[in-house]
């Protein structure tokens, strides 16, 4: 595959969209882009009976404020004038593409309960020949699968209003020690003044440590004002709302000088102990009113006032039955103070700089319920991590975002929706709850039969989402996807998507683990790789029973199932391993929980390319900005020479592997140093585009990749012989490990299993 090559795909084909790997520009013309809406069936089964024999999950990946890629058209905005959108009177679905006109246009009957409906008067036209309305390509709701449609009064329970964002930073000692707190308010300062001037979003700050501290940015002041909120076990907002959220334009003067002076406030601090629970409960009454969003950076471990922790990072427990335990909140008052936040349009994001641990698997459930993010940066040296830090605070920001969301899922006869997994909190009548949303975010939605379907008909989902815009706009976002229906299982085999059913097998199986009380990591390991296994054997069976019985014979559009599944059961979420950390793990668990699918593809199965003998036509931009990548390796060690480089990525961390054979001059090229592979100090070594075409080339190579993930991954320079060298080989996921055969070793044991089935 020429990961390289770009390719268009039209959505109302009604063929399995492209691999997630391979880049390609989607045209909406009547079905939903799969950066949207991916599902791991295009062509569903006529019934459940049949959906269990072919032991695929049927289950649709929804991205809901995914952003168009290059290329690909905005997202057209409707507005349908005071009445609102138009929807089903009887199950509220939104008129879309897949409707059925009648009686010449005076009515439809709904795709999703088949309820016929009439046409408002001022929304009349007249059919074509066709069955297809005459404005038809002038009415986007008709024909593009993708549309937001602005709001009227009934959708909106309070006025809404452009996000604000409260930056809490922990001012306790170990954050003003290691350096953490400056770089965070040089940091912030940097990307204010880059994007917020014209921004009609609003800002506020808050520092604590045993205490809470508001500070006034009234635009008339001089200088901040703090007001100090001593007993944190009774948190209150000092201050009015309007002088704690201002405008970056009007107060720019305040904001700037008070990120200035909190390094020199508390240079002087003893205080080692953290109140951050009582932070995020005193962010949630600032924010009461209006909504928004809640930053917490993060470097202690939360000792003190309400959410105190207790360690119990106990490395004696891992490989036990007790394990488990290590990965489950401790304590359910971060739990219960997300769902309060939630319930206020508060969502919470967590940026971690910790010294040592610092239990994300508590804190964390206050970023999953209401709709956060974690950010988890182990052993931080803002020294060398700055960049790291700029680059995803500076996503965070700058993202389509929203607050204040209501999602519903809505299916065709004969279709029911039976789980989501994601970070949201669960509503009523089957609604999602969530207090932030944002591009990057996505939700698995689980789905099974409830009665046949017709193999002539064409099942649909309908994803709605309602929210309040980053500019403070109420609107309705909604994705339309129609599929296939059929009573041939090679039909239904040929239409997986093999990047779809990866991502919800991971999830739901991490999911099953976190909630069920007797699973361990090696009862996930073996799950995963048996229902692999069984999909496989289906196929083998009942589409291609002719092959010869010696054969090993993979669906085409799972033939990357068993090298997928060898590495899912290597992944750090899962392995064994003392190289873990409890809180590394723990991280890995939240990120699957959102992850969309091209996050958990190369999360999975990282990539890895050869820099060594980089062709020359790759790291140079064309004339769109994109950057030619070399051809992907194997991730075995068979792929690695002697006196070789390697850049692997994994979305989330970069290893840049030195050979103990490298050459002087690649080192001298890439580095500036005149040494060996042994002489060189990995650990003081930094990556930077110095004046040299293969340095400038490879540094071109990690920025588009990271242009492509929206992040900055976390860049480890290692060489042959290196402890972290091990952690390095942990993502060899195609060789042998403590936790699993090789891929080859798997093959051959699934090939096994089918032939002893089949006998």
């Known amino acids: 595959m020429d990961h390289n090559k770009i390719t268009k795909y039209h959505t ?26 991916r599902s791991t069936l295009y062509t ?6 049949l959906l269990t024999t072919s032991k695929i999950p049927f289950a649709t990946l929804i991205q809901p404020l995914a952003e168009p890629a290059p290329g690909e058209e905005g997202i057209p905005v409707v507005d349908m004038g005071p009445t609102g959108p138009l929807r089903c009177h009887r199950c509220r679905a939104y008129i879309n593409p897949f409707i059925a006109f009648t009686d010449n246009g005076r009515s439809y009957a709904c795709k999703f309960c088949e309820y016929v409906n009439e046409i408002p008067k001022d929304y009349y036209s007249p059919l074509e020949a066709s069955g297809r309305r005459y404005d038809h390509n002038n009415r986007v709701e008709l024909s593009k699968a993708t549309v937001e449609f602005v709001t009227t009064a009934e959708y909106i329970t309070k006025p809404p209003q452009p996000l604000s964002y409260l930056f809490a930073i922990d001012v306790s000692y170990n954050a003003i020690s290691t350096g953490t707190v400056k770089m965070v308010v040089e940091t912030i300062k940097k990307i204010l003044a880059s994007y917020a001037e014209s921004s009609s979003t609003k800002f506020g700050i808050m520092t604590f440590d045993t205490s809470v501290h508001f500070y006034n940015l009234n635009s008339s002041l001089q200088q901040p004002q703090m007001m100090v909120v001593p007993d944190v076990n009774n948190v209150f907002l000092p201050l009015e709302e309007q002088v704690v959220f201002v405008k970056y334009k009007e107060s720019k003067h305040v904001i700037e000088a008070l990120l ?30 209006s909504g928004g969003k809640i930053l917490v950076f993060e470097s202690s471990f939360p000792t003190f ?7 119990r990072d106990d490395p004696k427990l891992i490989g036990t039955d007790k394990e488990k335990s290590l990965y489950s909140p401790q304590d359910p008052f971060y739990g219960t103070l997300a769902t309060e936040c939630s319930k206020s349009g508060v969502s919470v994001d967590l940026f971690l700089f910790p010294v040592s641990y610092i239990d994300v698997a508590t804190i964390s459930a206050v970023s999953r319920v209401t709709g956060g993010q974690v950010y988890y940066y182990a052993n931080f040296r803002p020294s060398k991590e700055s960049d790291k830090f700029y680059v995803e605070l500076w996503r965070n920001l700058t993202r ?19 789980d989501s997994i994601g970070n949201f909190n669960p509503g009523p009548a089957g609604e999602l709850e969530i207090a932030g949303i944002d591009a990057d975010k996505s939700i698995a939605v689980q789905l099974k039969h409830d009665d046949k379907l017709d ?59 976190e909630k069920s009380g007797s699973a361990t990591l090696a009862s996930v390991r073996t799950t995963f790789g048996e229902q692999c296994t069984e999909m496989l054997y289906t196929y083998r069976k009942f589409c291609a029973s002719s092959s010869a019985p010696g054969q090993l014979i993979l669906p085409e559009s799972l033939k990357l199932l068993p090298v997928y599944a060898t590495a899912m059961m290597k992944n750090i979420a899962v392995r064994s391993g003392v190289d873990i950390l409890t809180d590394e793990r723990s991280f890995a668990l939240n990120f699957f929980n959102w992850m969309p699918p091209h996050v958990s593809s190369t999360f999975i199965y990282p990539r890895l390319f050869a820099l060594h003998n980089l062709p020359s036509d790759c790291g140079i931009a064309d004339a769109s900005g994109a950057v030619k990548l070399p051809p992907m390796e194997r991730l075995s060690n068979e792929s690695l020479s002697p006196n070789g480089a390697y850049l692997l990525e994994n979305g989330h961390q970069m290893y840049l592997y030195l050979a103990r054979g490298l050459s002087t001059e690649f080192i001298q090229s890439v580095f500036n140093y005149d040494a060996t592979v042994d002489q060189l100090q990995t650990t003081e070594m930094i990556l930077y585009p110095y004046e040299n075409d293969l340095a400038t080339r490879i540094w071109a190579i990690v920025n588009y990749i990271n242009r492509q993930r929206n992040t900055s991954q976390r860049i480890f320079i290692l060489k042959q012989g290196d402890p972290l060298e091990l952690r390095f080989y ?3 996921v195609e060789d042998k490990s403590q936790d699993g055969m090789s891929y080859v070793d798997y093959l051959c044991a699934v090939h096994k299993q089918i032939q002893t089935k089949l006998s």
């Open 455 to 513: 193999p002539k008909s064409e099942p649909c989902i309908q994803c709605a989402i309602l929210y309040t815009t980053s500019n403070g706009e109420r609107r309705v976002r909604v994705h339309n996807l129609q599929l296939q229906c059929s009573d041939s299982l090679a039909n239904i085999f040929r239409s997986a998507d093999s990047d779809a059913i990866l991502n919800f097998l991971s999830r739901s199986a991490l999911a099953n683990y």
């Open 305 to 311: 006032g309400p959410g105190t922790l207790k360690k």
């Open 400 to 418: 389509t975002s929203g607050y204040d969301a209501l999602m519903k899922v809505r299916t065709s006869k004969g279709i029911v929706v039976v």
């Open 730 to 732: 942990s993502y060899l």
């Open 12 to 37: 109302s084909t009604n063929q399995t969209p492209p691999s997630i790997c391979a880049p390609f520009i989607a045209i909406d013309d009547g079905n939903c882009n799969p950066r949207f809406m």
């Open 260 to 289: 200035d002076k909190i390094p020199s406030i508390f240079s002087k601090t003893r205080v080692s102990e953290s109140a951050m629970g009582a932070a995020i409960q005193a962010g949630q009454i600032a924010l009461k009113s």
């Open 44 to 49: 569903v089964p006529v019934n459940g009976e």
